[in-house]
């Protein structure tokens, strides 16, 4: 009987168009939609040197002092904030500015002036080292008034940058801003496993289809032949998930860290989920099949918001308002196992999404098994 019914299930499945868009080309669409709309997203929050000038004026050779501080902060290194263009007349550095070259420039006329024609974060940072080293050289004739010859003791810890605190990080992985979205789209994938479910559960009740009244009576042992249709979806679900993985990772360039492998794991364990979901919604309910796929699409797309597909840092909101939901949501719990994969090094929390997500399957089985066990037919 395995024979007979896997196979056919498997190419049953391969040929419902329904469960092709949502399970196959849908996802593969919105992952390229991800990948260009977020590809570039990590890049744009990365700092470069500010290209700034200043006027090459007799002020500013003869205030030594600033002249050393702006170098400073300009030199080629890990610390360089500027890059600094020395420029012979404000004609020349007003047409910089207005070209967008730079993004100010300095004229040394007693105290430094900035002169900018906008109000972005590049002007700001110039603005603020302008007001430190003023605020600094204030601090500095006060202290020669009070108490000649000090300058020389409190001149380095005035102009020192003081650090407190210390970047650490979690992994050796790359933080990544668009990696969530991914992360998110997997866990509806493996949500989509439903339609197999749904399915499979469908053709089991006699009054929503032929096949249904004739599988209802069939003499094999029904939970034999769910077992067996159950298996072949699932093979055609996670053939889908492995597409799509291999899509965002190697053709999209997508990393999901070095454990793979773990990660198919992790696909493993959200699809047979998936296919609970779908069960479970199939057997509780007595609607025709088109309006449990509305359900299970609905349900679907509420939980894979919650987990952060459409509104990145929701999924942490809702971890904070309601931890509970955010437990108990199953898209929820398949990403965060990526995410664990991902910027942990300890495998803890991976362990412990993996258990609840299998654990969830198991009560919705059960939950279906229940329903189609008590489903009885007056006539056939």
């Known amino acids: 009987m395995f024979m007979n019914i896997y196979p056919k299930r498997v190419l049953r499945s391969l040929r419902n168009i329904e469960t092709t868009v949502w399970t196959w080309i849908f996802p593969f669409f919105l992952a390229t939609l991800f990948y260009a709309a977020f590809t570039n997203l990590g890049a744009s929050f990365q700092f470069s040197e500010i290209p700034v000038g200043v006027i090459d004026s007799v002020e500013y050779r003869q205030n030594a002092p600033f002249a050393a501080a702006l170098e400073s902060v300009s030199a080629e290194g890990d610390g360089q904030l500027f890059d600094l263009q020395l420029l012979p007349n404000r004609q020349e550095a007003d047409g910089l500015l207005e070209a967008g070259d730079i993004h100010g420039y300095i004229i040394v006329d007693g105290a430094p002036k900035l002169i900018v024609t906008g109000n972005g974060l590049q002007q700001t940072i110039i603005k603020g080292f302008l007001d430190r080293f003023v605020q600094t050289e204030r601090v500095m004739e006060e202290i020669i008034k009070q108490t000649p010859g000090a300058p020389a003791e409190y001149l380095p810890s005035l102009l020192s940058p003081v650090n407190y605190t210390d970047e650490a990080s979690l992994s050796e992985n790359p933080q990544s801003e668009s990696v969530g979205y991914f992360y998110s789209l997997l866990a509806m994938v493996c949500l989509y496993g439903g339609f197999q479910g749904l399915i499979t559960v469908s053709e089991l009740q006699a009054n929503l289809s032929p096949l249904g009244a004739r599988n209802t009576m069939s003499p094999n042992g029904r939970f034999r032949m769910v077992a067996y249709d159950l298996l072949g979806g699932f093979t055609v679900q996670y053939m889908s998930l492995l597409t799509v993985v291999a899509y965002i990772r190697f053709a999209l360039g997508v990393s999901f860290g070095p454990q793979l492998w773990l990660v198919l794991v992790t696909c493993l ?3 047979l989920l998936g296919l609970s ?16 796929t509305a359900i299970l699409i609905s349900i679907t797309m509420a939980l894979s918001f919650l987990s952060g597909l459409m509104v990145g840092g929701i999924n942490y909101m809702v971890a904070q308002a309601a931890p509970i939901v955010a437990w108990l949501n199953p898209a929820a719990r398949i990403a965060d196992a990526f995410y664990c994969l991902y ?10 999404n993996i258990g609840i997500i299998l654990a969830m399957a198991v009560a919705m089985l059960c939950v279906a098994a229940v329903f189609v066990r008590r489903q009885r037919y007056e006539s056939v």
Do not use: H, I
Request: no cysteine; proline share 0%; aromatic share 18%.
């Open 269 to 271: 364990a959200g699809s």
């Open 277 to 292: 979901l779908g069960a479970m919604v199939s057997a509780t309910s007595k609607l025709k099949e088109q309006a449990k």
């Open 343 to 352: 910027y942990y090094d300890t495998y803890e929390r991976f362990f412990l």
